[in-house]
Each structure stands twice: as C-alpha cells, then as structure tokens.
C-alpha cells in the first residue's frame, strides 16, 4: 500500500512536471509626440522595459518619457503590470546659428534628391528661415531662383546652383545639384468648383458653376473644352450647331458659318490633340464666327461689293498652336480633353473681347478690360488672393503663356522681324519671375512700353494677387516709353500741337491747345474751300429714320410700347436715335432735323398732357435752368411697380437740331448732380458719321458753292473702323477698297466696301491732310485715300499703327493691349504674271503725296496751292 502510494505521487510529479507555467504579458507603446518613431516592447509581468534610444525632431532636444504626468519622467526601473504608453517629451533646441543653417540646407538637399519638380528655389529656409542668395550656371534659373522648364529641342540637365544661406551672422555656401526638365504631363489631382458671374450687358449668359482642375497642391487653372462651351452661351450664338467629336486623346469642333455679306457657307473646323500637344483650325474665323451678335448697330450704313472684279485674296495656310513650343500642356481627364484655362479663355473668347476673367475666387465675364473704378473692375479685383505673392508654378506658367500671346498673337512679330519673343523675356526673366506681384506689374509695364514700344500695345491693369487699391504701375511719363513712343509724342503730339498754338492761340482752359475753344470745327480757305477737322472716328449705337418710329424707342427701352412714356414727334426730316443704354439704365437719345426752335414749347406740352410733371427751381447751373419732366408709369411685367422717367428737351440753335432725352432714372434732389446733362454737340460728336453732316451742312449753309474740301486727320490718333468706312462713304459714292494681311494664317486679301445711306459729297474735290499724329484708324483712312486715289494727301508721313487691338489676360490676372493679328494694308500691282499683286502693311505710315513743313500744316495758301496744284 505504501509502495503504492509512493507510485501515485511520483505519477502526479511526472505529469506536473510536463505542464507549461503560463506568465502574463504587456505592451508598452512609445509616442514620440512628433519626434521619430519608436517600437512598442512586450514586456512580461514585473518585469522591465528597456528604455529605447532617444527619439529625435528637428529643432527639438529630448527630455524623458512620461506617463500622465508631462513634469514627472518615467522610472525605467518600475516594473511593469499593465499595457503601458509612454510620451516624449521635448523642449525647443538651443541650436547655434551654425547648426540651424546646417539644418535648412539638409532639408532643401533632401527635397532635391525626392526628385520633387522644382518651381523656384527658395528664398528662405524651411526650419529655421535663413535667407538664401542663389546663383547657378543655368540660363533656365532666374536671379530669385524661379526655374523655368528646358525647351524640348534640347536636352534636359543639371544645374550647378549655390545658394548662400544666411542666418544672423552666419553664412554658409553651399553647391546643390538641380535637375532642369522639360515641362512634365499635367496629373490633374484637384476639382475646384468655382461660381461664374456674367458683368457685362453686351451678352446675356447665365452665371453657374464651373469646374477647374488643378495639379495636386497646384494654382494653374485648367477646364474641359466642352465645358467652357456650355458656359459660355449667349455669348456663342444658340443657333450655331456643333458638332464634338472625340477620339483617343483627341477633340474635333466643327460647325457651319454663313456669310451674309458674302453669300458663303463655310465649314469652321478646330482640332485639339492631346497626343501631339497641339490645337489646329482651318480657318481663324472658327473663333470668332459663332459669337452671339450683338444689338449695338456698330456696323450701319455698311455692306460689300462681293462681285467686285478687282477684288483678290491668297488663302493662308492651316493656324497650328503647337504648346511644345511654349512649354504648355493639355491632358485627358474624365475622358474629356483638358487644357490650360488661360489659353481656352484667349482663343475662344478672348479674340472676340469677351474675357472670362478668373481671380481664384471666380470666373467673371467682362466685355474688353473694364475701366478702372467700375463695378466690373472692382469685382474682378477683390480676391482672397489679394496681397500675397503669386505662387511659383502659377508665376512660371504666365511667363509661358506670356510667350505665348506674343508669339501667337501679336501682330507686329514678323514685320518687328521677330523669330521668337521668347529673346526678349529670357532676356528679361530676373524682372519678370518675381513672385511680388508689385515687382511683376512694374516688370510688365516696362517689358510693353519701353521694349515692345509701339503706341498700340499698352499696359491695362495689375494682377489680383496685388490690393485692391493699387491701380497699377505709373504710365503717365515718357521716362516710362521706349524711343519710337517718345518720337511719336515729341514728333507728332507736342509739334502739332505748337502750331494749333500758332494758328489759333493758346487753350486758355489749359491742356492741349487741339482742345481749345478757340480752335473751330472747320476753317473756309477761301470762298469755294474749306477744311474739315475731324479728330476721332467715334461710333455710336444709332438707328436712323425719316420721320419718327416709336419701334425704335420701344427697342432701346425693351416695351411693347412707349405711348405712353414718348409723345410722338411730328414733322421733321430726319431722326437720329441713339441707345446709351449702360449696364444699370437705360437711356434713349433723340436728334432731329428739320424742325425749329419753336417746336420745343410745342412739346413740352406734349410731355404735360401725357401726365409729365414739369420740375423747374431757381438754380446758377446753366445746364438746369430749363428744368426736367418726370412721370411714373406702370412696369409692364409687374404693374404694381412703377417706374420714373426723366425728359429733358432742348434745341441746339448752332446745329439746328431738336433734342429729347429720355432715362429711367429721375434726380435725387434739384442740386445734386442729375442722372445726365444735355449738351447736343456732345451728341452729335459721339458719332463721326452724325458729326461730318452736322458739319457740312453748316459749311454748305455758309459756302453753297464749295469745291475743294481738305479733311484735316493732323490730331486724329484713331478709333473705330465702322466710323471709318462710314466717313469715307462722305468721300466718295463708289465702292473704295480695303486690304489686308492676316499674319496668323499668312493670308493676304482686298475687298470691296459700299456705304449706303450717308450723305455723299463725292462732287467735291478732296485732299487729306496727315501729321504724325495721324496713327491707326487715321492712317488706315490715309492708307483707303491712298489706294483709292481719293485725292491728293498733303502733310507730314503719318504715325502709322497697322493693327487692329485686342486685350489679353496673363494667369495671373495682369492684363493689357496690344496689336492683334488683323494687320491693315494696300495692294500694289495689277495681278498679272509680269506684274503679280503685292500686299504692303502700312505699320510705319504713308507717305504724302504733297510733304510740307510741319509749321506750315495749317498754312492756307500752302494748302490752297495743293488744289490749284492738282487742278
């Protein structure tokens, strides 16, 4: 039994023997609190941790570990019974100067080696902001480090860059190698939805919301094409019908334009290709031919003699934009062709002076570039960006599209014999790439007027990074032009302007003496000759009719009828109606001839009996003396709400013309300043073509036997070609030719215009007198005398001005002028093999046929000898 029991207990030891002691276990986790990253230990039961190396951070020294208590350090020492986490603490590093600057090279060495794209190396360090100077061995690094994308007809490389860091006392030289690409492919990482907000009233389109696209953390804005098209109806014609065609990587447009002058359809086609990198159209036209057209009437009187056995044109060639050239790109994204929105907005609307202005904020449609201090101009300037510097791969992408817009756009390029603008802006690429928007504005107004420098090409306003507040660089002094400006100012404007002085006397209002009230419209040579001064080509928005049409007004002022807003005008022989309407009010304008003074009382009887109140008050202001009507008429889409109407009427004893005035907006009190003042030669002045038969019924009133009649163009720097061709409808009865160049497609053309509906003075013998002055639409009516032997031209070569303008937007927002692509010209040969036409462009002015001394312009028997001359 004990033997037994002896076996028994052994057993039970055997088996206990064999059975495993299970020990409990702990995690202890370490936070670095933003220092490196430290294991985690399993730790057993009463037993210890091993304390780990110290962690490290930049700019900070390690204290201890802790557990609850950030003051109390952990003892290494103290067994462990429970999952345990232990935090870092630190305190700020006393690093010297020396050991800072050492850690803001190490940062800038480790972003080079990521292999990160560089926009611009930076002017300040990344931990500890030690200012750094750098200098490279690379033409692609500008002074302040902004580095721009090699061309892809070289080869990429590495540049030997040094930068100086200074910190306090210390400066440490460093050498860094830096690769220098070619333009990398966009990776669109970020949709931004942005609101559209239309802000002008020459076309109605909807505001919305529209996506751009962006590169991860970038600032370039890009947008689908279709999108852009959908955005932008009313301005595009809705009738126009477009037909998109996609491919791998690749977006057709086509749609179909009939000419009405022309009697020809034609088949308008853009191709984008992604592939290639490149926007192709058979014809610049695709552009512009399905805006919206307009309800201004820019263009009556106008039409052309298509059949005209004399006209001619040699087809230009396919326009290509390949953005290779310019270091730009296009992608593919959502399945949609995407390309930088700057370059969308300047072909696609752009040309046609509709902008699609972006502010980062938002898309805003502007008509041209809005007057400073406008509401328009305001809005596009508010931005959450204002005051901050331009960021560096929105600053290199506007130096790209800045070349660009010259290259493509500027007409100038091949007769300046330009290969390439981009010369000149590497030549001036430490004053451009400057992410102070303040030093970039000054940069571009100084890279227009004093290297461009030409009077066409003009700096327009700062960019929205810049305040609010800050209208621009200064433009106001000729230090700030280049030679050929100052020549045109000293040669032209100031010598001109001495003999006005000699001739008429000094402007006793100050100013120039071309602006005296001394100075008369016209001047009688003798008894059958005359001259004509004409200083502006000036357009308005005019209707005209031989007896009154109340259609015209409703038009102006969107009713179904204005009986009871306009008494009907009766007799008269001709009605002028013009429609000032602005953004905020609508205002219709009234001249009539063939009605005399007495005719006012008559009216304002009229205006009475319609329910017009009649407000007079005593007052010193000429312009009031007269007093206005008012009245309150029901809104005809909501008649619960009435609207006051101001008249004012007046007839100009000098002219011998009625007036009416009629706006929807009536004074606020008798002596404040009104809604608008009557001044009837202002009228008549903001239209040439109103303004020469003003003019020559008086001088016919005055000299009914007139002969010889000298245009005088001596202080005319230009204006609108619409007035143009309407005065020279005055010149002559006959179709008169007009030739250009089209510099984009290579192309050359004349055509035929036919005025119809001017008076014409085609009896009389004419002559036109030019100066330097005499630039742009001027020296194209010189150019059309010229070509149409019109009559002899007499005066000094004038100032010239081919182009016709048009406006540009940078990304950054900056903006300006300049000579376009549609280049004015004459033709010279007869067609024939022996003697093929030539197409000459008259950027540099014509020549007089009769050249005299400048202080001898307004000479009169200098200018009678060029009658007798010819005669």
Known sequence: MKKMMFLLVLFTLLLASCTKTEVETFTVTFDSNGGSSVASQVVDSGSLVTEPEDPTQDGYDFLYWYTDNSEVAYVFSTPITADLTLTASWEVAILTDQEKVAVDIANFAASVLAGEVVYALPAVGETYASTIEWTANSEYISELGYILPVPLDENETVAQVSGEFTLNSVTVTQSFEVPIRHMQQVVIGETRVVPFTNLTTEYSVEDADVNLYFEEDGYVPYIKVVDFFSLLQGFIDPDVEFTFTKGEGTLEIFYQYYDEDLDETYDLIVSIDVNENTITTNDPGFYWAYVYSTETNYGRHIGYDIDNPDASSIEGENVVYDLDDFSLDMTVYENEVVLPYYIVNQLFAGSSYYNVYYNYDGLYGIYSLPEAGSKEYR??????????????????????????????????????????????????????????????????????????????????????????????????????????????????????????????????????????????????????????????????????????????????????????????????????????????????????????????????????????????????????????????????????????????????????LFYVGIMNVVPLEYALAWPFVVDVFETVNSDSAVYMEMMFDQILAIAPNLENIVLDLSWNTGGNVGALYRIVGFITDQPFRVTGIDRDTGGYSSSYVVIDGVPSYANLNWALLITPVTFSAANQMATIFMENDLGPIVGVQSGGGACSITPILLPNGTAFTMSSNNINAYRTGTGTTEDPYVYHNNEFGITPDYPIAIDKIYDTQTLLDVFNNEG
């Open 379 to 656: 809005e596009i300037r508010g931005s959450e960006m204002s005051r901050t510097d331009i960021p560096a791969d929105l600053l290199v992408h506007t130096f790209s599209m800045l070349a660009f817009d010259l290259d493509s756009f500027y007409g100038l390029k091949d007769i300046m014999e330009v290969d390439t603008y981009y010369d000149l802006l590497y030549a001036q690429m430490d004053d451009l790439l400057v992410g102070d928007p303040v030093d970039f504005d000054y940069a571009i107004r100084d890279l227009l007027l004093k290297d461009i420098d030409e009077p066409h090409t003009s700096y327009g306003y700062p960019s929205y990074f810049n305040s609010t507040t800050w209208t621009g660089p200064e433009t106001n002094s000729l230090s700030y032009y280049g030679t050929r400006f100052n020549s045109w100012y000293y040669a032209g404007l100031l010598a001109v302007d001495d003999v006005l002085a000699d001739k008429w006397g000094v402007n006793p209002d100050g100013g120039w003496n071309a602006s005296s009230p001394n100075r008369p419209h016209y001047w009688f040579l003798d008894d059958v000759s005359a001259v004509l001064s004409l200083d502006d080509f000036y357009t308005a928005d005019i209707e005209e009719s031989a007896t009154y049409d109340a259609t015209l007004a409703q038009s102006v002022f969107k009713l179904s009828s204005v009986s009871n807003l306009i008494p009907d005008i009766a007799g008269g022989t001709k009605f002028f109606f013009y429609n000032n309407n602005t953004e905020n009010n609508k205002k219709l304008e009234i001249l009539v001839k063939g009605i005399d003074a007495s005719y006012v009382d008559t009216y304002a009887q009229a205006l009475v009996a319609l329910g017009y109140e009649h407000i007079v008050q005593a007052t010193t202001d000429d312009t009031k003396v007269n007093g206005y009507y008012q009245i309150s008429i029901p809104n005809e889409e909501d008649p619960l709400v009435s609207d006051s109407y101001m008249v004012q009427i007046a007839f100009d004893e000098d002219l011998g």
